[in-house]
């Protein structure tokens, strides 16, 4: 269900011009909008993390050691010869 919502006369220019330019509807590239400044503020908040912990030396060393254990475990059960396509990619092997 949408709802009305309320805008300034300069978003809601831009609104138009991203539309027309996308060719989708303005509700469409709204929600695009909203969705990608989600994820950047989920990113930004993981980052943030990241930047505190590496204030503490004796955290940051366990990370680093963490992620050491981790590294040995990506490739497991991947046999040798085994290729892994990039999403939405196909190669002769994949084929």
């Known amino acids: 269900m949408s709802r009305p919502i309320r805008i300034s006369e ?48 004796t955290s940051w060393q366990e990370e680093l050691k963490e992620r050491e254990l981790f590294e040995n475990t990506l490739m497991d059960s991947v046999k040798e010869d085994e290729i892994w396509p990039i999403e939405g990619e196909m190669n002769d092997k994949t084929k």
């Open 10 to 57: 300069e978003g809601h220019k831009i609104l138009v011009e991203l539309s027309k330019e996308e060719k989708k509807s303005m509700s469409a590239v709204l929600e695009e909008v909203l969705l990608a400044e989600k994820k950047r503020r989920f990113f930004e908040s993981i980052n943030a993390g990241y930047e505190e912990l590496k204030k503490d030396p």
